[in-house]
């Protein structure tokens, strides 16, 4: 297992197109959290999941976004008809419990033209 | 509501001076404090968090509840810790979910 990956690293889309993310947590991980980073900002919660359960969504998550973690294993992160303000790098963490460490993945970056 | 705050975005500091980098926070609960650090071209990485109260690469950080304060400190500072720097509070009332501070670059001069 060599910990969190994120997949596409990157990717470049027009305006108005939906794109979809994918993250594959480290194994025995239950918890697995995705966040959104701009630049010159730390990274934003946007959502989570405990085991396939989706407990907690931030009210910044607009309509357009929409995540699942099927089996409890990997998750997704969709974006529909995206626009401008959608780039970002998107970042999904792992972890055991609730309060352990979260191991980040490297991220996806979003460009949307 | 829950913020954590790193007032410095960009900190440079010779090798060998003492390094401080500052965070502040505000949160009604008991917090749980971390600093995560990016190296570049990394993924972002858990440096420390305050329940262990250890010493990681030098650093050390500790839990000033008086001041909501949780300044990561390192006496002598290496090149190699030039990096993004960001202070998260984990709240226990939101499911654990993090709130990062907006980061410090910090940049060690040979």
């Known amino acids: 297992d060599t910990g969190v990956s994120q997949d596409p690293r990157h990717k470049i889309t027009k305006r108005g197109q939906n794109v979809t993310f994918r993250c594959d947590p480290i194994?025995?991980?239950?918890?697995l959290y995705w966040y959104r980073q701009t630049l010159g900002q730390g990274p934003e919660f946007l959502t989570y999941?405990?085991?396939?359960?989706?407990?907690?969504k931030s009210r910044l998550l607009s309509d357009r976004f929409s995540a699942e973690r099927p089996k409890g294993s990997f998750s997704t992160l969709e974006i529909q008809r995206t626009e401008q303000g959608d780039s970002a790098m998107y970042l999904c963490?792992?972890?055991?419990?609730?309060?352990?460490?979260?191991?980040f993945g490297p991220g996806t970056r979003l460009t949307v033209t | 509501a829950q913020r954590v705050t790193q007032p410095e975005k960009l900190l440079s500091v010779f090798k060998g001076a003492p390094v401080e980098l500052k965070c502040n926070y505000s949160?009604?609960?008991?917090?749980?404090l971390f600093w995560y650090v990016q190296y570049s071209r990394q993924r972002l990485q858990l440096l420390l968090r305050?329940?262990s109260r250890e010493s990681i690469k030098g650093f050390t950080a500790d839990l000033n509840k008086g001041e909501t304060s949780f300044h990561l400190k390192k006496p002598f500072a290496q090149e190699e810790d030039s990096a993004m720097y960001y202070c998260?509070?984990?709240?226990?009332?939101?499911?654990?979910?993090?709130?990062f501070g907006t980061g410090t670059s910090l940049t060690v001069i040979p």
């Open positions: 998260a509070l984990s709240a226990s009332n939101t499911g654990n979910q993090f709130y």
């Open positions: 194994s025995e991980h239950n918890r």
């Open positions: 305050h329940i």
């Open positions: 963490a792992s972890s055991f419990l609730a309060g352990y460490e979260q191991y």
């Open positions: 949160y009604s609960g008991s917090p749980e």
């Open positions: 999941f405990q085991n396939e359960a989706q407990l907690e």
